[in-house]
């Protein structure tokens, strides 16, 4: 088994709102003091920042510093596009031309700070790119539209990775990109090097996406896997918890595919710990994921893939049931 | 047909957040101001406050006067048990006693509210009752505390209706009472003669309810449904969108059985327009539901009556059809 | 713990089809074959039969020999009310009353049987007791009369047990009693002390229930679980996979309930093995379900009950994670 | 607006079984005899069949006699490779390599008869390619084997069109090619021009597609809609129910968007009228297509468009609710 990293949204170490509880189920923190939380985590080593929100061209150095005081790098820089009313109708989608360009304009300055942050990665999440209501939605346009931005930002700046989060819902009821195959399409139709894809776990799983299928399909795409994001659900909603919390199997399935298609990124944390201690939650969370990929070593990449092969549903519970609870 | 009233959440008219975008989509409006708003929708007759955060004994008559100044009435107060912090681990059926007891007082202090405004009605909504993770509640206690205290609130003021509020998910994982059938154990359990069901539509829709049911079971238990809350949605989540705006079929066979049981309580908006005008969006919800009434009426109560009592698909979708379509 | 017994569906060890696979995916075995082969899984001491499908007056003897034979119990013979075009409009609870009236009979001779066979137990099930399209039931009609045919099986025979089984969809797109609060208010109000439910594991996953809350309410009720059924799904159909295949800690939660309400019924199986090897499939599901347990003893009931009474999210994680993979 | 023609399965005019009730809900009908009833539904010009299943290379002629004398054609040729227990592992993907010679073998077959029978469609549905349980499945390989087999099936006969149906799930609890992204990467992949999409309607809904957006993708990917199927559905399972039956303004939407794409296959009906009279029921689905279709020719094509233009949840609603339900 390869040796892991792990990160972490930064958010994780903050406040978290939700629609009715607007101030937060904690006390707002200071972005140095999120840093400082995060630090505390034994085995997070990197953290993930949003453009705007957390790091701009003015505190880019301070932040910079506080971070490697924290003894933490930073893995993915956010263009926002997603947290204010400005894009309310769309981002790098809206049918809107100047939306698009301060769009197309925030991304960029997003990567340019990842480069100097050495992250060399942004995520691009069409969150606010969809719609509600039926006949609001040029859909062709809004694709064309959507093709248009990712070629021009990935042109910007060949040296950073572009990744896009793809989600089926949420802030918008429906998203214009919101599943693998779709951004995957996306993808290939842009055509960049630096284009490629970052699957959020509990997405997939409320997507009813299946998490190892959707990693094996980047894979064969040509390592198009830039990123992940670690969080789990009841296959309803994006409910944010705690990795394996919910679904042990899919994650060990998973966990398996990472491996076996050698990605080689950040295993990163995105959930929202609302009514939980932030640094409790990133820890417990870690403890899981690396306690699963040592069940898989136990029980060895190579055994797993044989069990695959024999398509025997029975010989796989089987195998899986003895290494986690005994003969 | 009988005459109905409608009224609406006086939120529609304020700014809406959700968790990404956490200032809202729109600017935050002076309560004044958002009651002015609601006085200009045509139709409107009734808006619902929420207490605490709205209406306060402090303020109780400026806001009466407000209300009466736009020719509106308070429909219900809302006990506010879901918008603060301090309900994290739950409210009126929380494991802390202090937290019960706050609980119960903030819903007293409500239902004299309500007494005062001339509504009569308060919003029990546990939203807060619930949890995430397994092993971390007494499902049992829950439950034991919750019926407890609905008894208590019930007994202190039997002038005043409590009506719960039912919603599987949201913003809890899970919640302890979130569907018809447990609310109405629930009131059957506590046994009182002002404690009743509010049934919210799109909760029912994104429950796999079928809301027509639902009244029908509120009506079976005695006229048990006390009031009710408008909206549409994708059957995945309470996306709280304009009634009717998705789900056409079901919002005729409900407007129906509300008016075979008799239902003489409020046609009540409870729409999160995030990027619609609220004024236009309570509008043009009421436009919907008085059309599908008026297609009610255009049809006759004893011909759908006759046609249900047939049993034939056929004939009930060719019954709305050429009533809505033409021949 | 308590020792604990465990019985299966017969249907899992014959063939089983689909809508589209009509002659199924296996060859079809006679009662006597499935009998057989059922009694040839480790640790399974008793089978569930279908009335009429499986058993009938003619045959009881018979059967009953071979059940002996194979070191097998009858846990319960499931009135057969759903597997026939004749129930396509609804058994005990259509608005048809010689229909009505073939149902009960069909569930009284079933409890005769049943009795006779030893189990003094009959699963109803109102599969076919729903509706697909708006404006074909007349909601509150069809529970009446889904109470008083209940009322009338009960009165027929004391001695034996009635379970209802819940669903909320398939065969009918809708049910009219299909979520624990419907049943368990139909419980209360034909009030039989031979009443009671039987929870599918699966059908409260996909109806989302929580499992563990389903045992809780049902013991509140005053020890109201009659028989429970084993089985797995993805949360978004009856996929019948086998238990804690997919959703391994919700069925520790349930096990653990199951032990802490002092359940002592069958632990019973309802799997579709459709390209598996029923013997195998039978005994995998049981190996995880006794694995699940056993690990729930390693940790201890007692612990178990203090942390649920922490209300700690990561406290109730570690404890399980360690548990199952180790510090 | 264009002239559109109707087709449907035949399968609408025979018996329905399902899991429980396998000899179904009606009575065994000869194929004959189904499209002596598809004759007589006003409007209905087409018939889609299943080779091996209704039409083989020994009674091509007659079935055609049959078609002929009805006043029907043949739309689309199924080539079966989801009936029978042969496929229960994969059939164009399995990983056995003489289960995919038969299969395409199948399929050619069936390309040639629908080349004969002047169909020139056939309907590839991986209904069987798929899987359940974790760890039982080469991602990668599967998908590789499914591009293979397509390219086969292609060059056999340009002349046959080659239409991927897709579905998220059953028969298998997962599909390898369940979502529209996921069929027009392998419709890319695998460039053929006689390889494209077929949309049912249905099986968008429930994998929380938007049907529009599917047929928009389509047409942006150069005409790749090649064919269409009608049904409705509550958004949870492929109810296979009358079009529009539950989902109105969806069904409005697509409409618009197969006009506006220029859309010149045939609109087909894949129902299941279990309980339902099949005539009738495809009857009645025309029906309200038909009138859903005049609905927009009154509104006007341009209106929607420049409406749709607007992106104004409230006017878009405002103009479906003026022509339907009046001012």
């Given at each position: 088994?390869?040796?892991?990293?792990?990160?972490?949204?930064?958010?994780?170490?903050?406040?978290?709102?939700?629609?009715?509880?607007?101030?937060?189920?904690?006390?707002?923190?200071?972005?140095?003091?999120?840093?400082?939380?995060?630090?505390?985590?034994?085995?997070?080593?990197?953290?993930?920042?949003?453009?705007?929100?957390?790091?701009?061209?003015?505190?880019?150095?301070?932040?910079?510093?506080?971070?490697?005081?924290?003894?933490?790098?930073?893995?993915?820089?956010?263009?926002?596009?997603?947290?204010?009313?400005?894009?309310?109708?769309?981002?790098?989608?809206?049918?809107?031309?100047?939306?698009?360009?301060?769009?197309?304009?925030?991304?960029?300055?997003?990567?340019?700070?990842?480069?100097?942050?050495?992250?060399?990665?942004?995520?691009?999440?069409?969150?606010?790119?969809?719609?509600?209501?039926?006949?609001?939605?040029?859909?062709?346009?809004?694709?064309?539209?959507?093709?248009?931005?990712?070629?021009?930002?990935?042109?910007?700046?060949?040296?950073?990775?572009?990744?896009?989060?793809?989600?089926i819902?949420?802030?918008?009821?429906?998203?214009?990109?919101g599943t693998l195959?779709?951004?995957?399409?996306?993808?290939?139709?842009?055509?960049?090097?630096?284009?490629?894809?970052?699957?959020?776990?509990?997405h997939a799983f409320f997507g009813y996406e299946n998490a190892?299928q959707a990693?094996?399909?980047?894979?064969?795409?040509?390592?198009?896997?830039?990123?992940?994001?670690?969080?789990?659900?009841?296959r309803m909603?994006?409910?944010?918890?705690?990795?394996?919390?919910?679904?042990?199997?899919?994650?060990?399935?998973?966990?398996?595919?990472?491996?076996?298609?050698?990605?080689?990124?950040?295993?990163?944390?995105?959930?929202?710990?609302?009514?939980?201690?932030?640094?409790?939650?990133?820890?417990?969370?870690?403890?899981?994921?690396?306690?699963?990929?040592?069940?898989?070593?136990?029980?060895?990449?190579?055994?797993?893939?044989?069990?695959?092969?024999?398509?025997?549903?029975?010989?796989?519970?089987?195998?899986?049931?003895?290494?986690?609870?005994?003969?």
């Amino acid at each position: 088994m390869r040796e892991i990293k792990f990160s972490s949204g930064i958010h994780v170490f903050g406040n978290t709102s939700d629609r009715f509880v607007k101030d937060g189920y904690k006390e707002d923190k200071s972005l140095k003091e999120m840093i400082g939380l995060a630090g505390q985590v034994p085995d997070l080593e990197g953290i993930e920042l949003v453009e705007g929100w957390h790091v701009s061209t003015d505190n880019l150095k301070e932040v910079s510093g506080w971070v490697n005081e924290a003894g933490l790098v930073v893995t993915v820089v956010h263009p926002d596009l997603w947290t204010t009313k400005k894009w309310a109708s769309g981002a790098l989608a809206a049918s809107d031309k100047k939306t698009r360009e301060q769009a197309t304009g925030v991304v960029k300055n997003a990567m340019d700070m990842s480069e100097q942050l050495g992250a060399n990665l942004v995520d691009v999440w069409f969150g606010q790119d969809g719609w509600e209501y039926a006949f609001t939605q040029d859909y062709m346009k809004a694709w064309d539209l959507g093709a248009e931005a990712l070629a021009m930002v990935c042109d910007h700046n060949p040296n950073v990775r572009v990744g896009i989060e793809y989600k089926i819902k949420e802030p918008r009821v429906h998203m214009h990109f919101g599943t693998l195959g779709k951004v995957m399409l996306l993808v290939n139709e842009v055509n960049r090097p630096n284009l490629g894809i970052i699957i959020d776990f509990g997405h997939a799983f409320f997507g009813y996406e299946n998490a190892a299928q959707a990693i094996a399909i980047c894979k064969r795409a040509g390592n198009k896997l830039f990123h992940t994001h670690f969080n789990d659900n009841y296959r309803m909603w994006d409910d944010d918890m705690i990795p394996s919390s919910v679904n042990i199997i899919d994650y060990i399935e998973l966990l398996y595919w990472l491996e076996l298609t050698g990605y080689d990124g950040w295993y990163s944390l995105d959930i929202f710990p609302y009514r939980e201690d932030g640094v409790r939650a990133a820890n417990e969370s870690i403890r899981w994921l690396k306690s699963l990929r040592t069940l898989i070593a136990k029980i060895g990449m190579e055994k797993i893939q044989r069990t695959i092969k024999q398509e025997d549903a029975i010989e796989a519970l089987a195998l899986i049931r003895e290494a986690m609870l005994g003969g």
